[in-house]
């Protein structure tokens, strides 16, 4: 019900004795601003108006994004993620896919194990892509979600400008209820500036092509700066007075040595010259320390949770135990 403030600014655009309100978004400034930037860029703009004058305003979507952040902390979100299963479900990804993974390890520079990882802890290796309609997600975040609309109305267009590069009917794409797609959950943006063809058939197909979507994961982040050199991150000792703030983002910054000669204990050698950081969780066992590298920061551009980078580093290194790589 904390949606009524938002949905009250809405109804008060198309009449407040309906009790069932279609959207209407054709007929919104924003939309017609957005149908003309697309004409300009060689689309349709009657059929952007078409596409959009039939998307719907899902409450649902405005309901996730008001849920109350679940602030959780490391030994109750380590769990979710760090299961045997999950594990499992990666090995028999791997046995189907190992020849693409290893393509994309060999060209891209990004480990099998982190590319696996990824896809996990994102979809469960595609069986959680999202049943929302990209479209109706996005147009409600866009134009009915205040706070946030400037980017989802930007990530709308990016949906159509991504139907017209990939020849791919936008308005029926699935995703999460912000607008997140396939094995990897690309948004519009990301997907126009990261997927890959991995399988040279002439078409992106992150949705239903595991193959372009384990490249494109791969591409992402190698894009983002993924160097194999570097490990992710390391537990270290003495370390609690480099932490500002428990479970914060990072940014690395000092080299190893600077931490050692400030006391840090048991940074790898191999690290030495790297630039770290220090991330201070707050574990099952207690408060835990590591040495993070700029690679656990190229986890953050994927998502900006220091949690989540971790759940992604641990669950990589289980999986590659698992495959012995
Ligand atoms: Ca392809």
Sequence with gaps: MRIFPVVAITLGLVGLNTPTVSANYAERAEVQAMADRLAAKGLDRNEVIKVMSEAKRLDSVIKAMNRPAERKQWKDYRPIFLKKARVKAA??????????????EAELGVPVDVILAIIGVETYYGKNKGSFRALDAL?????????R??????????LFLLGQEENLRASELKGSYAGAMG????????????AVDFDNDGRRDLIDNPVDAIGSVANYLAEHGWDMQYGIASPVANAASQVERMESRIDVKETGSELTSKGVQQIPDAWSELPLDILGLHGAQGDEYWAVTKNFYVITR???????????TQLAYEIAEELGL
Excluded at 183 to 192: A, E, H, K, N, W
Aim: net charge positive.
């Design 149 to 158: 609309a400037k980017f989802f109305l930007g990530e709308l267009e990016s």
């Design 183 to 194: 094995y990897g959950q690309f948004i519009p943006s990301s997907y126009l500036a990261y």
């Design 139 to 147: 147009a409600t975040l866009g134009l009915d979600y205040p706070k």
């Design 302 to 312: 994927y998502n900006r949770s220091p949690l989540y980078a971790m759940a992604v």
């Design 91 to 104: 090995a028999r990804f791997y046995q189907t896919h190992r020849e693409t993974l290893e393509r994309a």
